[in-house]
């Protein structure tokens, strides 16, 4: 049973193209995590979400706390953007537990 | 500003063995977490600790201790090292649970 559950698993675009990655869960959280995983093994964190919409750049990310989903959108996308995506979310009930999904692997072509 | 330094890069070790990975970062965070990444499989935490001299355990503690004497340093302790323990180990740190993220560079350890 996994808590947090990412679609697609694997995604290839063209450079220019608009990507959506989606996060479905089933606990309830205080918070969710979208991080990016570079070939080379780094993870950095992109957005932290309790609520609503967040933009960085070409990214966006939102949430429905009652639907219990997010996504993750970016627009324009480049070959730079080739990275696995993960989202994560903080437990509501143990507050220190996180859960994440098991990652989208994003191929952008030039 | 280093952020999160984690040692070392890459380890072998033969089962029974015991070690440490290290993770440090200069950030002044209060929240730092360890977790273990494998094939096919989510990061899971192993321990957390919210501030020195409190740690507690995450999903998958068995096998590892931790101890937080200082702000900075939060080592990983594998006391007798066995294969399932390969993965790729990674150290975060945060202001607290609220905040965003920084990772370490990641461990990648072998059992063999």
């Known amino acids: 049973k996994n808590e947090v559950e990412q679609s697609p698993q694997n995604l290839t675009a063209q450079e220019g193209e608009f990507i959506t990655i989606n996060c479905s869960y089933s606990?309830?959280?205080?918070?969710l995590h979208w991080l990016q995983q570079h070939p080379g093994g780094g993870i950095v964190s992109l957005f932290m979400l309790s609520s609503g919409k967040k933009k960085h750049g070409r990214l966006i990310a939102t949430i429905n706390i009652q639907e219990k989903h997010s996504s993750l959108h970016i627009t324009a996308s480049h070959p730079r953007d080739s990275a696995v995506y993960i989202c994560a979310v903080r437990s509501l009930t143990t507050g220190n537990q996180f859960y994440f999904g098991t990652g989208t692997s994003l191929t952008v072509i030039p | 500003n280093a952020g999160v330094t984690q040692t070392p890069k890459f380890q072998v070790l033969k089962t029974g063995q015991s070690m440490t990975l290290q993770c440090a970062q200069d950030?002044?965070?209060?929240?730092m977490s360890w977790y273990r990444q494998d094939p096919g499989m989510g990061l899971r935490l192993i321990h957390y600790s919210v501030g020195a001299g409190i740690t507690d355990q995450g999903e998958v503690p068995n096998g590892y201790n931790v101890s937080r004497s200082t702000t900075e340093d939060f080592p990983l302790r594998l006391l007798s090292a066995a294969p399932s323990q390969t993965s790729v180990y990674f150290c975060a740190s945060s202001r607290d649970s609220n905040y965003g993220y920084t990772f370490g560079s990641g461990t990648r350890l072998t059992v063999v």
């Open positions: 950030m002044n965070h209060e929240y």
């Open positions: 606990v309830g959280i205080s918070a």
